[in-house]
């Protein structure tokens, strides 16, 4: 997923650097024709000249930026060629997540919850075999046997001697030196440890399902702030920019528009990182898809 969004916010970015590079090429020859009217100062003639040159260098940083991404999921994906173009992923419906349904979702299905069950059970068979060893113990054999001997091979088949016998063993502790009241304590302490250890590990789990559910809901909803703050930033920038081309606001003017509207799509860009990061990492917590409200098969990883 990581991969994925470096490639994605790397195309996006060199495509808004070169698109900053080509307006601040046109702006620089409006900014040069301004200077040699004597409508503007050298020094916002060498301020554009400087931002046009600093654009030039972010498109090159951008372009090397996409190379690494593209190779990186290539690699990772084993695919032959680097030629990737990506597209924004397509928004998700309107669904809410439940945080009840979260957790018993992720208890029914997560492997953590059986391996909390299993160690449970092994320490609690544990403490019973110790118990079990210090009482009253019979043990029972028993033996059945023929045979016969004989001058001919007919004879011994005829009048067997039989031989049996039953063994009755029991075994009553004494006194051991407090050996076994030991092992029982012990057995005891390591069983209230382990449970311990287990509400523990129980209620950090329950937590991490709560805080994923209760992080990826204020997630979406600042994702459609920065979206928001997005499209106000490009319309700022618009303005400002026909502004400028009229004479209406200075260089300063413009360059805090263009810094804003880049701002404003890096935070959108990492905001829709983070979303689907979130999105997923709840899906794998309990493997469990809310967008279509079923479980999650093993047919429906391959398939996706």
């Known amino acids: 997923c990581q991969l994925y969004f470096n490639l994605l916010k790397s195309q996006i970015q060199l495509k808004i650097s070169h698109n900053n590079l080509s307006n601040l090429d046109t702006l620089f020859q409006i900014t040069k024709g301004r200077f040699k009217m004597g409508k503007i100062a050298e ?7 400087l931002r046009l040159l600093n ?11 996409l190379k690494k991404a593209s190779q990186d999921l290539a690699r990772y994906l084993e695919l032959p060629s680097e030629n990737i173009e990506l597209q924004i992923p397509d928004k998700l419906g309107e669904f809410v997540v439940d945080t009840r349904k979260a957790l018993e979702e992720a208890r029914s299905n997560r492997k953590f919850v059986i391996e909390y069950r299993r160690r449970r059970l092994e320490s609690e068979r544990e403490v019973a075999r110790v118990k079990g060893e210090n009482g009253l113990k019979i043990n029972v054999n028993a033996n059945f046997g023929l045979s016969q001997h004989g001058s001919e091979l007919n004879e011994l088949f005829n009048n067997y ?14 006194y051991d030196w407090g050996v076994s009241k030991s092992k029982r304590k012990m057995a005891k302490a390591n069983l209230e440890l382990l449970q311990t250890n287990l509400d523990q590990e129980n209620q950090a789990f329950e937590q991490e399902i709560f805080l994923h559910t209760l992080n990826w809901a204020n ?22 920019k026909k502004r400028y081309i009229l004479g209406k606001v200075t260089i300063t003017d413009l360059n805090l528009a263009q810094e804003e509207k880049d ?36 047919v429906d990883i391959f398939n996706q």
């Open 43 to 49: 020094n916002d003639l060498l301020q554009m000249e």
């Open 55 to 65: 654009s030039k260098n972010i498109v090159t940083t951008n372009m090397i930026a």
């Open 161 to 174: 001697d039989q031989q049996q016998n039953v063994t009755v063993t029991l075994g009553i502790p004494i």
């Open 219 to 240: 997630q979406r909803n600042f994702l459609e702030t920065t979206e928001k703050a997005l499209e106000v930033a490009n319309k700022r920038y618009d303005i400002t």
């Open 263 to 298: 701002r404003a799509t890096v935070k959108y860009l990492n905001s829709l990182e983070k979303f689907w990061v979130d999105y997923y990492t709840l899906r794998r917590l309990t493997l469990y898809d809310f967008a279509a409200d079923k479980k999650i098969e093993a």
